[in-house]
């Protein structure tokens, strides 16, 4: 089967760095995306992993183990827009399977 | 085009009446795929064309769900005789091709907003 696990919500300082963490089950695993979604918008890309480790994109940064189906999305400086839904994807044989992404709640 | 556009953006319609939503993916993107999205849950796949063929339909919920694609571009979401938990945004998005590096990023549309009275 497929299962991606978040956390439904989570709340940061404006300025901290926040880390939302995603593990996955699935077959026929071809990479992992990272998405925001402001509340009543599209998906927006953020990264993508399909090696193990980091991936730096100025004040993101994701990180894939594929052994563990772990990955994290990190966020630095974060800014009052960061406030959305982050939403971990992992690639099956071609389509994007997303679970119920985390609600991140960034406060003055 | 510069992005994936949909059509209609909102459409309200009453039970029971069929409705097409329709999806102009990124030009020369071949790999097109159709999302839903209930209020306040996680994407739900639905469906996804490799060209004009459909690998991957089993995120259909239904009979009355079909989509075609021509030409290799535009796609087009039918949904028969509407019911109220039909209610959603439909979300289409494109990629280069279907899997491979970060070139073949997936990116949305703007959605088409269903509202089934």
């Known amino acids: 089967g497929q299962n991606i696990d978040q956390p439904t919500e989570m709340t940061a300082t404006e300025g901290a760095i926040v880390q939302i963490n995603c593990t996955y089950q699935?077959?026929?695993?071809?990479?992992l995306f990272w998405y925001q979604q402001h509340a009543g918008e599209a998906p927006t890309f953020l990264s993508y992993?399909?090696?193990?480790g980091l991936e730096e994109k100025g004040r993101f940064s994701s990180f894939l183990s594929r052994s563990k189906g772990y990955s994290y999305l990190l966020l630095k400086e974060l800014q009052m827009k960061d406030s959305a839904s982050y939403l971990c994807?992992?690639?099956?044989?071609?389509?994007?399977?997303f679970g119920q992404g985390t609600t991140l709640q960034v406060k003055p | 085009g510069a992005g994936v556009s949909q059509s209609p953006s909102n459409k309200v319609t009453e039970k029971g009446k069929d409705v097409e939503l329709r999806c102009d993916p990124i030009?020369?993107?071949?790999?097109l795929y159709w999302y839903r999205q209930s209020l306040g849950q996680g994407l739900e796949f639905l469906i996804y064309?490799?060209?004009?063929?459909?690998?991957?339909k089993s995120g259909l919920p239904s009979d009355r769900f079909s989509a075609e694609r021509t030409g290799g571009s535009v796609s087009t979401l039918t949904i028969q005789r509407t019911q109220q938990e039909d209610s959603a945004v439909y979300l289409c998005?494109?990629?280069?091709?279907?899997?491979?590096?970060?070139?073949?990023?997936?990116?949305f549309g703007e959605g088409s907003w269903l509202t089934v009275v």
């Open positions: 699935t077959s026929g695993f071809n990479g």
């Open positions: 994807a992992p690639r099956n044989t071609g389509k994007l399977i």
């Open positions: 992993n399909v090696l193990d």
């Open positions: 030009s020369g993107h071949t790999a």
């Open positions: 998005a494109s990629s280069l091709a279907p899997t491979g590096g970060s070139g073949n990023t997936i990116y």
């Open positions: 064309f490799q060209g004009n063929s459909a690998p991957d």
